[in-house]
Nanobody
Framework: QVQLVESGGGLVEAGGSLRLSCAASGSFSSINSMAWYRQTPGKQRELVASIISSATTRYSDSVKGRFAISRDNAKNTVYLQMNSLKPEDTAVYYC?????????????WGQGTQVTVSS
């Protein structure tokens, strides 16, 4: 019903930047919130940033001032600009979308994209 395709992960040196993208497609009537989570082995998945509108964003304390989330509603795409990357940002990053399908709003996950920050 809703497919999410992520891109933009990779290997970068500490202090560098990456931009993640997540495009949603499928038979939904609207998208509410969009978010990025990350997960490292042995740890729970944690919220990195979320966006409802350009005026309503939320960030984890660990990324405030370094990461920026944005969305393009015309393209059903959410972005995560990651600057001043640190080795502790290394994780698999997952896109999460709350979309309305046949009057029901559900959340959907992307397949994940690996981000590795070398020291």
């Amino acid at each position: 019903q809703v497919q999410l395709v992520e891109s933009g992960g990779g290997l970068v040196e500490a202090g560098g930047s990456l931009r993640l993208s997540c495009a949603a497609s499928g038979s939904f009537s609207s998208i509410n919130s969009m978010a990025w989570y990350r997960q490292t082995p042995g740890k729970q998945r944690e919220l990195v940033a979320s966006i409802i509108s350009s005026a309503t964003t939320r960030y984890s304390d660990s990324v405030k001032g370094r990461f920026a989330i944005s969305r393009d509603n015309a393209k059903n795409t959410v972005y995560l600009q990651m600057n001043s990357l640190k080795p502790e940002d290394t994780a698999v990053y997952y896109c999460n979308v709350a979309a309305r399908v046949r009057l029901i709003t559900s959340t959907y996950w992307g397949q994940g994209t690996q981000v590795t920050v070398s020291s």
